[in-house]
């Protein structure tokens, strides 16, 4: 079975509060709907009509109601700026299933970049207008590890009268796309990498709104996690061996649970001596367990690195290159998961008493982390014990 990935990131134009870009995803019937508009100009004018144009685009299309009537609705919608002859909103939609098979229509954004197997494809674009304006539209077929990356022309605008005398083309960019991409790399990282460069030609100061939206099919790789042993301690070996009997990645946090696992396993528990980050406590290591590491100070050093990776307006590449257990942890649930299922145990830890590590905290902080998981597209089943 395969899933959709997706991850975005918008720059606002300097001096700018709000963004004239936006993007609008809509999951309905085992589709993905994603739509990038870009409002004409930039700030709060700019920000209503995007966000008005990617909310009906994305709403009309999730429903079911036929393409041409979606872009027909919206087109005869849009007024026309009197100055520039222009639509006060351009737009990027593409729908997709989870067998990776659907369309990409185009109004007036920079192309899409399709990476199929890691190289350029020319997705054949046919020409229909509507109301005088031109649309192209694609059909796509999408495999494992293709990716598909939507942008605002922010993105071609980058360095223009700075690092660069006119910008940088699409097929410079599209070669950039090519030289970066690596299977590993997740649709958030793909599109922050693209947006980091962007923000570096800026100088730091984007001279227009600049959005990428990166879209990738991928196997599905389920992660387990379990954190804490269960309130009934005579359950202990019940719920860890039904952990371990779990397909995919398995990964044990805490001292207490990473004792009662090794302990039902019959299996030796080592600790490291090494600390990578002086603030996050050594992995550890059990037989048959991938990741081994500590408990709450663990999570909640996880938890600031996973909000950053969800910052939409984030401008700095995301990865984990860390090898201290909160990045090893945040790799596997950010990254490589598409499904992450957590066995959080209740069990109150007497050594945690009197310090701000204690039972809620542990709670507040996984259920946190389950939200950001979420919100970027993962399943997540909470198991409480």
């Known amino acids: 079975m395969s899933a959709i990935e997706y991850g975005y990131i918008s720059l606002n134009k300097r001096g700018e509060q709000l963004c004239g870009d936006r993007v609008a995803v809509v999951k309905e019937g085992g589709v993905n709907t994603l739509v990038l508009a870009d409002g004409l100009g930039s700030g709060v004018k700019a920000n209503i009509l995007s966000t008005l144009t990617s909310k009906i685009l994305s709403t009309m299309i999730a429903e079911g109601i036929p393409l041409d009537d979606c872009i027909d609705t919206i087109i005869g919608s849009l007024p026309v700026c009197k100055v520039r002859g222009v639509a006060y909103s351009t737009f990027s939609i593409l729908s997709v299933d989870a067998d990776g098979r659907g369309t990409l229509v185009e109004f007036d954004n920079p192309p899409a970049i399709y990476l199929k197997n890691g190289r ?26 293709d990716v598909i990356m939507l942008m605002s022309d922010g993105v071609i605008h980058a360095g223009v009268g700075q690092a660069l005398n006119f910008g940088w083309d699409i097929d410079e960019i599209r070669e950039f796309t090519e030289i970066q991409y690596d299977s590993s790399l997740s649709a958030p990282t793909m599109a922050s990498i693209l947006t980091n460069a962007c923000w570096s030609l800026y100088g730091e100061q984007p001279g227009d709104d600049t959005t990428v939206l990166a879209v ?13 042993p269960p309130v009934d301690r005579d359950r202990d070996a019940q719920v860890v061996r039904e952990f371990m009997s779990l397909p995919g990645e398995k990964i044990v946090c805490g001292g207490t649970s990473s004792q009662v696992v090794a302990r039902v396993l019959g299996r030796e528990l080592t ?115």
């Open 120 to 145: 350029l494809f020319a997705a054949e674009r046919h020409e229909r207008e509507y109301r005088g304006k031109k649309i192209f539209v694609s059909s796509v077929e999408m495999s494992d590890n």
């Open 216 to 228: 990738k099919k991928r196997k599905r790789v389920p992660v387990n996690v379990m954190i804490g």
């Open 271 to 385: 600790t490291s001596f090494d600390y990578p980050d002086k603030d996050v406590p050594p992995i550890g290591y059990i037989e048959g367990v991938d990741l081994v590491c500590e408990g709450v100070l663990t999570l909640k050093k996880a938890l600031g690195y996973a909000e950053t990776y969800a910052d939409t307006t984030y401008p700095g590449i995301k990865q984990f290159k860390g090898k201290d257990g909160a990045s090893l942890l945040c790799r596997e649930l950010l990254i490589n998961a598409t499904d992450v299922t957590i066995y959080l145990g209740r069990n109150v830890n007497m050594a945690h008493e009197g310090l701000e590590i204690d039972n809620k905290t542990k709670l507040d902080t996984v259920s946190k982390l389950a939200a950001i998981l979420r919100e970027l597209g993962k399943n997540v089943v909470l198991k409480y014990n």
